[in-house]
């Protein structure tokens, strides 16, 4: 596929990188040229100069031939109009457009998926506070199966022993997949015979009612009540995540700008709105971090994250999480003194490879930084036309680094047995470990009407 990306920031990179080993033909414009030269120098693709909205930019960067153009430079405004000349000017057929600004989502009539990355980043620390102990929470199938992501624990029921008995400690009931384990950055295998070592980081398939009774077996949980938030920073994704919680929880907000603060208080309803520094060592004291359940550094500024979030867990704070934009300072801090790093690129990454991705993917995750993937495949077609249809799990020819952890059928998750049938109508949930089986992954979900 030819595949058009206007911007080459950090998300536009990341994207392009995750496509590349796709057999995609791919070009990418933006107006840095160091960016690019550097981003051509790592990847086979080909680079433009030039603002991604003119007419005469689009043209030379082939979009007349383009069957999907993805716009994520750092203005909405520029990707609304790439979006309106390559579907007014060049017939582009799919388009999609990175917004910031809530605004434009209802009246962006050019752009067939709109990707909000506030919207995203607040729904998925929602998720992370709803489930004390995760690192990262995926639904799939509209909430019916989530993949959740926890650091084993020494303490941890299951620390030490083999995936294989953990149906021994659930109750009859309750069923549950390790789908993936990483371990030193290093994907491992999950097999019957692995064993979960302290500080793996496990990823398990579980219907989402029980997804709180399976993280038990493998990390000591608090079970004291998250009732206390405390929000760093009231930009964008603060204000909107504190307007999100304030109904459930005692929420504080801390901003550096009193006239910011002021606007922030007048817009929420049961917050306390804070001025002050969220590296203040006082000011965190005195507004008692200790007994705080949740820090969460938000600021628009990497070091100020880190270093307040650091500080809020030496002082007392039992979790704490920061906003972090470059990923190679994520990789650093994450899972020693701050809990969870949040990458606001990797988390719009996951929303935009699932418009761009062939085939029938309704959900596609980036797990562990890009370094694999999450997929819900939706089987369509019957016996005559699919690949799977009315096959076990043990006859798919799936590539060696991929595994299935379940399917929901209807209302209900079918954890991954080898016996299991496939049927038309199914959601399978699959964890590719090594991206180049992606197409390998795609062509056997195709229905035949669209095979080669």
């Known amino acids: 596929m030819k595949i058009l990306i206007l911007g080459a920031g950090q998300v536009g990179s990341s994207v392009a990188a995750a496509l590349a080993s796709e057999n ?17 120098e790592k990847l086979d693709i080909r680079t433009i100069i030039g603002h991604a909205s003119l007419p005469s930019v689009l043209a030379q960067a082939g979009a007349e031939e383009t069957g999907l153009l993805v716009a994520v430079t750092s203005s909405d405004e520029v990707n609304l109009v790439a979006c309106q000349v390559a579907e007014q000017r060049f017939g582009t057929p799919t388009r ?20 909000s990355p506030e919207q995203l980043v607040c729904r998925h620390i929602e998720r992370l506070i709803e489930y004390p102990g995760s690192l990262q929470v995926l639904e799939f199938a509209d909430g019916r199966a989530q993949l959740v992501a926890v650091r084993a624990v020494r ?8 995936i ?22 290093r994907a491992v295998k999950p097999e019957g015979s692995t064993t979960i070592q302290e500080d793996d980081e496990v990823f398990f398939l579980a219907d989402a009612r029980n997804i709180t009774l399976v993280m038990s077996e493998l990390r000591r949980l608090d079970n004291r009540p998250t009732r206390r938030l405390l929000i760093a920073g009231g930009g964008n994704i603060g204000r909107k995540l504190a307007r999100n919680l304030e109904k459930r929880y005692q929420v504080k907000v801390l901003e550096r700008s009193r006239d910011r603060a002021r606007s922030i208080a007048e817009e929420l309803l049961n917050s306390i709105v804070l001025v002050g520094d969220c590296a203040d060592e006082d000011l965190l004291r005195e507004e008692n971090i200790d007994q705080t359940d949740v820090y969460m550094a938000l600021t628009n500024d990497d070091e100020a994250n880190i270093l307040s979030a650091m500080l809020a867990k030496r002082l007392g704070c039992p979790r704490v999480l920061a906003l972090i934009n470059r990923p190679a300072y994520a990789e ?15 988390v719009t990454l996951s929303a935009l490879l699932a418009h761009i991705r062939e085939g029938a993917h309704a959900r596609v995750y980036s797990l562990r930084r890009g370094a694999a993937e999450a997929i819900e495949a939706v089987v369509r077609g019957d016996r005559r036309t699919s690949r799977v249809i009315g096959r076990s799990l043990e006859e798919l020819d799936l590539p060696e680094a991929t595994t299935i952890g379940g399917i929901v059928r209807g209302e209900q998750l079918l954890i991954a047995h080898h016996d299991l049938v496939i049927e038309s109508g199914d959601h399978v949930i699959l964890f590719v470990m090594d991206k180049k089986q992606l197409s390998r992954v795609n062509l056997l979900f195709q229905p035949e009407a669209a095979w080669p």
């Open 24 to 40: 995609n033909d791919i070009t990418v414009v933006d107006t840095d040229h160091q960016r690019l030269r550097e981003l051509a």
């Open 96 to 115: 999609v457009a990175r917004l910031r600004e809530s605004e434009y989502l209802s009246v962006a009539q050019s752009v067939n998926a709109a990707i």
């Open 155 to 162: 303490g941890g029921a299951l620390v030490g022993h083999e």
């Open 164 to 185: 294989r008995e953990l149906r021994q400690h659930l109750p009859a009931h309750v069923d549950a997949r390790v789908a993936a384990i990483f371990r030193n950055g």
């Open 332 to 346: 650093l801090v994450e899972g020693g003194s701050i809990d969870i790093a949040v990458s606001p690129q990797q």
